[in-house]
């Protein structure tokens, strides 16, 4: 009996046991898979921290990038609005300049210069002037314009232009086809005076034939159509 008792002791025994076996067998095989997992799990962290390096650099490679870009264009404003500002400055200086200028009007318009054309056609206006006789005339002239004209003109560098002869005008074919030669402008003054008193004397005869004649002509074809 007591054999038999020491017999059963050892099955269960050796089922306890083999039972146990079983039980760390599963757990070799569940740490070998959990070793595995492990393993992935740090092969995957690895690669994503390599990345996150990678990543990292080309970033604060970037962002040196843009603050290098940042400052050159912050230079660039900066040298803009420098210029700006002067330009504003000179364009100030400028309006204030033209804005005194209206002050001196004789240091603001130059002198005229006539041109070759009215040069070549000066010879048929101009006129000997009469120095002798017209001289007080000429002044008085002067002193009456210039009180007609305003003070900032009369002061100016330019003196007032006298008004051009009528006659010139009035009868330019006759004036045209009685033109000098260039030789015929050194003659005495008093032999000047004398041909132009007689040319106005025959010019106004001549205007009052030509209304005469032309008043008879009305006054004949007035009759006419009366008839």
């Not at 992935?40 to 970037?62: D, G, M, Q, V």
Request: proline share 8%; glycine share 2%.
């Amino acid at each position: 009996e007591e054999e038999e008792q020491l017999e059963a002791r050892c099955r269960e025994v050796e089922e306890h046991l083999e039972e146990q076996q079983q039980i760390q067998s599963d757990l070799r095989w569940e740490l070998s898979q959990k070793s595995v997992l492990v393993g992935a799990l740090r092969a995957s962290l690895k690669e994503k921290e390599r990345r996150f390096l990678e990543e990292l650099k080309h970033r604060s490679h970037r962002t040196t990038v843009l603050n290098t870009e940042l400052q050159k264009q912050t230079e660039a404003a900066a040298y803009l609005s420098f210029q700006l500002h002067s330009a504003k400055q000179k364009l100030q200086q400028q309006k204030q300049q033209q804005r005194r200028r209206p002050a001196q009007p004789g240091a603001e318009k130059p002198p005229v210069h006539p041109s070759p054309q009215a040069s070549a056609s000066s010879p048929t206006t101009i006129k000997p002037k009469r120095r002798s006789a017209s001289r007080p005339s000429s002044h008085l002239r002067t002193e009456r314009a210039r009180e007609c004209v305003p003070r900032e003109r009369v002061t100016g560098p330019e003196e007032p232009m006298a008004m051009p002869d009528p006659a010139l005008f009035l009868y330019p074919y006759r004036h045209r086809s009685r033109l000098r030669p260039p030789h015929r402008h050194a003659l005495p003054e008093a032999e000047g005076e004398e041909s132009e008193e007689l040319d106005q004397g025959a010019s106004v005869s001549r205007l009052a034939t030509t209304v005469a004649k032309a008043t008879a002509t009305t006054a004949s074809t007035t009759e006419n159509n009366a008839e």
